[in-house]
């Protein structure tokens, strides 16, 4: 702001990166202080919805961002008779797991987040029905290319849990089944 200002006693300064910064009367001293007051609004390690493979952009619509994998591997095969499979899911490794996780097929469709089987011109998909807090109730979808669509009611929570990964304790984000109704 010094350089445009210096431009010449008339000139108003081009406000570009500094726009709305008011801080021009403090000391470094006090710049300082106030630098080192701020905290992280995220105190886990994980990185921010959205930003990671696997995942929905967080400007795109659904307040829940799950890869529709993740209830395909709670709910099971037709021929199947017990679901759920699985109860429990490390969100963190799926939002890491770029290979079995990826986001190159996730489209939002309105209320539905949907995952093209490219293989066989099926889909996975899902929307949220009922959501307080960190507690999710969503319908669940799998259509494998033909004719017949599965579907599944599922409530879940989304949990801390404290597990012990090459010895070390660590603490992962996890999808905790509470309830499931295949229809």
């Not at 010094?2 to 406000?15: F, R, T, V, W």
Request: aromatic residues 8%; charged residues 25%.
């Amino acid at each position: 702001m010094n350089a445009e200002k210096a431009k010449g006693p008339d000139s108003h300064p081009i406000l570009g990166r500094f726009h709305g910064f008011s801080a021009t009367g403090i000391t470094l001293a006090e710049f300082t202080k106030i630098i080192q007051s701020l905290h992280p609004i995220r105190t886990d390690n994980a990185p921010a919805v959205g930003s990671t493979p696997g995942l929905v952009p967080a400007a795109e619509a659904s307040p829940l961002k799950i890869h529709p994998k993740v209830f395909n591997m709670i709910d099971c095969w037709i021929s199947d008779s017990e679901s759920p499979v699985v109860t429990e899911i490390n969100l963190d490794a799926v939002e890491r797991n770029a290979n079995q996780f990826n986001g190159d097929g996730l489209k939002q469709d309105g209320d539905w987040l949907s995952y093209a089987k490219s293989d066989s011109g099926g889909f996975m998909r899902y929307r949220v029905v009922e959501s307080k807090g960190k507690h999710y109730k969503i319908e669940y979808q799998e259509n494998g290319g033909g004719t017949l669509t599965t579907s599944a009611t599922i409530e879940f929570d989304i949990e801390q849990r404290n597990i012990r990964r090459d010895g070390k304790p660590t603490t992962i984000r996890v999808v905790r089944v509470a309830s499931y109704n295949a229809k």
